[in-house]
């Protein structure tokens, strides 16, 4: 077993790996899929532990001292996310975005085949967590007003307007109110 998780990192196709390994398609994919359960379920735990309300917190206040955007817990379906240059990785490594501090706070992997962004999302378990209102912190009163509204994630079009999730308001008919709201979204969401 050893030496045919040592494969899960070529990024070669099923087909090719059963050739090299002299198995079938199917039973390197079951391979594969066996260790990449097992992998996870060792260490999630110790690496992305679901977050709590002291974390949800934290992450809001930094949103809003960086972006100024308020109640904001995090981004969902961000793209692009500086990590470290792997070691003897060459030319083929890019960074795209210097001083960024993004970080993965809640993973998880969608169903096979293809679904929208918001369809995955909305068979998710954090969705679930979230439609559940008990995951996150109670709502906060918004910077020096008395309104108190939730904690959110922002995302794109591909989401769902909900209480706990903002998006952007539709391109059509945009007011100047509107369009800075948009604008300002879209700079947190980067």
């Known amino acids: 077993m050893k030496k045919k998780c040592g494969y899960l990192s070529t990024g ?3 087909r090719n790996l059963a050739i090299t390994l002299r198995m079938g398609a ?3 994919g079951k391979i594969v899929h066996e260790t990449c359960k097992v992998i ?7 690496f992305m532990p679901i977050p709590n ?10 949103f809003y001292n960086r972006w100024k955007f308020p109640n904001c817990i995090g981004c969902i379906d961000g793209k692009h996310c500086q990590i470290k240059c792997p070691v003897n990785n060459g030319s083929s490594f890019t ?23 918001g369809g995955t999302f909305a068979a ?7 439609q559940s209102n008990t995951f996150v912190p109670l709502d906060k009163e918004l910077p020096g007003t008395t309104i108190k509204l939730p904690y959110v994630l922002i995302g794109d079009e ?16 945009l007011n100047a109110i509107r369009e800075n709201y948009n604008k300002r979204l879209s700079a947190a969401r980067k």
Request: aromatic letters at 14%; hydrophobic letters at 35%.
């Open 26 to 28: 199917s039973t390197v």
């Open 40 to 46: 996870w379920q060792e260490l999630v735990d110790d």
């Open 53 to 62: 309300q002291d974390r949800f917190v934290k992450i809001a206040d930094d």
């Open 95 to 117: 960074s795209r975005r210097s001083g960024c501090r993004q970080k993965f706070i809640f993973i998880e992997v969608g169903s096979r085949g293809k679904q929208s962004d």
């Open 158 to 173: 591909a989401y769902p307007l909900k209480t706990f999730l903002m998006r952007p308001f539709p391109s059509r008919n």
């Open 124 to 130: 998710s378990t954090l969705f679930q967590h979230l």
């Open 12 to 14: 070669l196709s099923f």
